[in-house]
């Protein structure tokens, strides 16, 4: 039997693309799904690896559907191999039955590794770039250091005459921000 699967990273995209591919192929069955491939919970791989039986056909239209690294599509590889179980990539067009499919395959996983690690090295670069020039990483503080309400917080807090509790209800600050702000200020009582 021929088993398709088809997976995107997130509700918001498509899979006919996908679909359309493995039917042109001639899948007998297609196990689709969309979930992050970084996620070790993948219900619908899971039930491709069960239902598989010896003899069987798994294709993808993109072999990074799949596995979620280079380590994990060997290992998905070399589970499948010892079942009698082939892989035909469509986008590679490499089918593991064949000497120079197997090869293909050893080839394209290495590379596909190298250029997520390459992207890695990229992002963080560039992370790395923008905290010299003082960029504001993630979410943004809700109280800067001109923040009217934090500022008369701390000085209720000095103050010394209402409970954390009525500080933040008088001033509408968090309290964790206060507590925050009292130990960055190191003004604990």
């Known amino acids: 039997m021929i088993r398709g699967y088809a ?8 899979l ?10 001639g899948v007998d069955v297609i196990y689709q799904e969309k979930v992050s491939g970084v996620s ?9 690896l069960d239902d598989l039986q010896e003899g069987d056909t798994v294709v993808v239209a993109r072999m990074d559907r799949l596995a979620r690294s280079l380590k994990h ?9 010892k079942r009698n179980v082939h892989i035909v990539s469509l986008d590679y067009n490499f089918d593991t039955r064949t000497a120079t499919g197997k090869m293909l395959f050893h080839i394209i996983g290495a590379v596909a590794e190298w250029e997520r690690e390459l992207l890695k090295e990229k992002q963080k ?4 770039i923008a905290k010299k020039k003082g960029v504001q990483l993630g ?6 250091k001109k923040h009217e309400g934090m500022d008369h917080a701390i000085t209720l807090y000095k ?9 933040c ?13 009292i130990n960055k200020r190191d003004l604990k009582k």
Request: glycine share 6%; no cysteine; proline share 3%.
């Open 40 to 48: 070790e919970k993948r219900p619908e791989l899971e039930s491709l």
């Open 7 to 14: 997976r995107v990273s997130s509700n918001d995209q498509n």
């Open 139 to 144: 979410r943004p503080r809700k109280y800067g």
């Open 125 to 128: 670069a560039g992370l790395d």
């Open 73 to 81: 599509m060997l290992e998905l590889v070399e589970n499948l191999e």
């Open 159 to 167: 103050e010394g005459k209402h409970t954390i509790g009525k500080i």
């Open 169 to 181: 209800n008088i001033t509408q600050v968090s309290r964790s921000a206060l507590y925050r702000e």
């Open 16 to 25: 006919d693309t996908q679909i359309e591919a493995l039917k042109k192929f």
